[in-house]
C-alpha cells in the first residue's frame, strides 16, 4: 500500500542552525536564489510507497522533486553462487539507470560506484546472522535522475527490506550537502551538483545515533564539515521519521 501525499510530514528540513547566511557571490550585486526556489538549508518534498513491485519480496518507490527511485528486494533465498557455511547472510546490490534518466538519453546502465555505497550503507544495519547461507538481492533503478540520486537510493533500499521483512536494526536515511562558494545547501540538485565546489553524504541510523557511511568530495574547512554534518543528522533523523509514517499506514490499510 502507500503513503499518500498529505497524509504524512514530507518535509525533512533540518533545523537553521543560523538565521541568516551570506550571498554565494562576495562584492556582487546578484542575488543567488537556488533553481528550484527553496532556501539554501531546506530540503525537497519527499514522498515514499512500499509495495510498488508485486513480484518482490518488498520493494519501495521514492520522489524527491525530479529525482524518482524504485528499488525492489528479493530473499532471503538460497545463493545461486556455491559457498560455503556461513553464520551470516549476504548482501548483495545493485544501482542501475534507466535509459531516459539522464538530460543524455541512452546512457543507461549499471552503476558500480553506487552499488557499492549502498551495500556499504546497508550492511551495517541489518541482522545478518538472522538469515545463515542465504543471499538477500536489492535492485535499484533510477527512472529519473534530479540530483542526490544515491542518498534518495539508499533511504528507498532501506524501506524496501523493511517492507520485505529483512531485519534491520534500524532504518537507514541519506541526505547529501553541496558547497557552493561559501554556502552549503542540503539536497543539492543535478544543476547544483554539476557546479558544486564539494559534496558531503551521510547515511545513518536516526534511532541508534550511528553514521553508517560518510562520504566527502573537496575541500572542506573543519567547522564547514561540523556544519554539514549537523545538517545531514538533523535532516536524516526528520527523514527516517517520514520513512516510518509511510511503514505505518502499509501495515494499517494491509489490516483494514
Known amino acids: ?51 510498488a513491485v508485486n513480484a518482490a519480496a518488498g520493494s519501495a518507490y521514492a520522489e524527491f522533486g525530479n529525482t524518482k527511485v524504485i528499488v525492489s528486494v528479493f530473499g532471503p533465498r538460497e545463493s545461486k553462487k556455491a559457498m560455503m557455511y556461513s553464520d551470516v547472510g549476504r548482501l548483495n546490490c545493485n544501482v542501475s539507470y534507466t535509459t531516459f534518466a539522464t538530460p543524455v538519453r541512452g546512457q543507461g546502465s549499471d552503476h558500480k560506484e553506487f552499488s557499492s555505497m ?62 557552493l562558494g561559501t554556502n552549503l545547501v542540503i539536497d543539492p540538485i543535478l544543476e547544483e551538483e554539476s557546479c558544486q565546489d564539494g559534496n558531503l553524504m551521510m547515511t545513518c541510523m536516526p534511532s541508534r545515533y550511528e553514521v553508517t557511511q560518510l562520504t566527502v568530495t573537496g575541500e572542506w574547512s573543519s567547522a564547514k564539515m561540523n556544519e554539514a554534518m549537523q545538517l545531514c543528522l538533523d535532516a536524516c533523523s526528520k527523514l527516517a521519521t517520514i520513512m516510518r509514517s509511510c511503514l505505518k499506514e502499509a501495515a494499517s490499510a494491509t489490516q483494514d
Open 1 to 51: 500500500m502507500a503513503s499518500k501525499p498529505g497524509s504524512a510530514p514530507t518535509t525533512y528540513t533540518p533545523t537553521p542552525t543560523r538565521k541568516s547566511r551570506p550571498p554565494i557571490f562576495k562584492d556582487s550585486d546578484v542575488d543567488w536564489v537556488r533553481p528550484d526556489g527553496r532556501g539554501f538549508h531546506q530540503c525537497r518534498p519527499a514522498f515514499f510507497r512500499t509495495g
Open 118 to 179: 549502498l551495500h556499504k550503507a546497508l550492511e551495517g544495519a541489518i541482522m545478518l546472522e538472522t538469515f545463515p547461507k542465504t543471499t538477500v538481492d536489492v535492485f535499484a533503478l533510477v527512472l529519473e535522475s534530479g540530483g542526490s540520486d544515491i542518498p534518495v537510493v539508499i533511504s528507498c533500499a532501506s524501506l524496501a527490506l523493511a517492507d520485505a521483512g529483512i531485519m534491520m536494526y534500524d532504518l537507514v536515511a541519506g541526505v547529501s550537502v553541496s558547497c
